[in-house]
């Protein structure tokens, strides 16, 4: 059975989620877990926190919809850096359904995570991987999108690709 999402105002989505340590069975069953309901949703990306879950795992997979399946789930991830050029984007979030907001995110990041059979990991990440990234990362931390809304005096903010862990579909595009 797949996990239901839990919607905002769920407590749960302001808890800080917990380090996995060790990667156990139950780690991996939770990657499963998370995999299956972010296809399901049509998502790009899911985090722990957001099926009431509270480990520090997310999984991605920014471009199913254009090609086969390759998603990469994040165990303990840190950030070991972020560009220092910030861009503007439109941002959606499963747990918040009809939202989509203007954040401000780096460019890039680079992260260390362990992956799923509990090898080390690190990479970096641009575009749309480093802003689905920094979203669900947030997630980890009992903060959403809607807490970093910009101040977008321009009014282009809401322009572009519609990113975060959202389908894009589901904005006005
Ligand atoms: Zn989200």
């Excluded at 800080?16 to 069975?25: L, S, Y």
């Excluded at 689905?132 to 321009?154: F, S």
Aim: hydrophobic fraction near 40%; include cysteine.
């Amino acid at each position: 059975m797949t996990l239901p999402i839990r919607l905002y105002p769920d407590p749960v989505l302001r808890q800080v989620a917990r380090p996995v340590g060790t990667v156990d069975e139950r780690a991996r069953a939770l990657v499963e877990d998370l995999l299956q309901a972010m296809y399901q949703a049509e998502g790009r990306g899911l985090a722990a926190p957001q099926v009431g879950a509270l480990s520090r795992i997310f999984v991605m997979d920014t471009r199913w919809k254009e090609g086969p399946p390759r998603p990469i789930a994040f165990i303990d991830p840190e950030v070991l850096d972020v560009a220092p050029v910030s861009e503007l984007g439109a941002e959606a979030c499963l747990s918040i359904p009809g939202r989509v907001v203007p954040v401000w995110r780096p460019v890039a990041v680079t992260l260390a995570w362990t992956d799923q059979r509990g090898r080390p990991q690190k990479a970096r990440f641009e575009g749309i991987d480093a802003r689905c990234i920094l979203h669900e990362l947030d997630h980890l931390d009992g903060i959403l999108c809607i807490d970093r809304v910009a101040e977008d005096p321009a009014g282009e903010g809401a322009g572009g690709e519609i990113s975060g862990d959202a389908p894009g579909a589901a904005g006005p595009q």
